[in-house]
């Protein structure tokens, strides 16, 4: 059952236009739940398998959650494009207020980017100081 409830937007969706929003909702977070579940208990195989030290029967494994992560990043893609489709376009008075709203999250994004790389070069730096610690201690 959606939650969207009662709402009788239409968008366009997977080339169709039209497409009612609880319908398409709907079948988008099905798709979804279904690969990331697939996934999940892909690697969850891969995991039992590498117990065995089964390689090469792993690889096959491995590439189909990779596949599963292309068709996720599509799925989300199209979730950002009924998302914007559903938003509409600004009107006059919103023009200038969205385009800054637009800057702003850029900005906020990368900084968020920007620290975490930041946060990863300092364990980095930190592991590597510990390990040399660690060898001048022996």
Not at 31 to 36: A, E, G, Y
Request: a negative charge; charged letters at 40%; aromatic letters at 6%.
């Amino acid at each position: 059952m959606s939650s969207v409830g009662s709402c009788s937007s239409f968008v366009s969706f997977r080339g169709e236009e039209g497409i009612d929003l609880n319908d398409c909702l709907d079948q988008l977070y099905r798709d979804i739940q279904k690969n990331l579940n697939e996934s999940q208990c892909s690697v969850r195989n891969m995991a039992r398998l590498k117990e065995d030290d089964d390689f090469r029967d792993c690889v096959p494994i491995h590439f189909a959650v990779l596949d599963y992560v292309d068709i996720l990043s599509g799925l989300f893609t199209e979730l950002a494009a009924v998302s914007k489709d559903v938003l509409g376009k600004p009107g006059k008075d919103d023009k200038d207020w969205y385009k800054k709203e637009c800057d702003l999250r850029k900005q906020r994004i990368k900084k968020q980017k920007e620290d975490a790389k930041k946060s990863k070069d300092e364990e980095k730096e930190l592991l590597k100081k510990t390990k040399q610690l660690e060898v001048i201690n022996e």
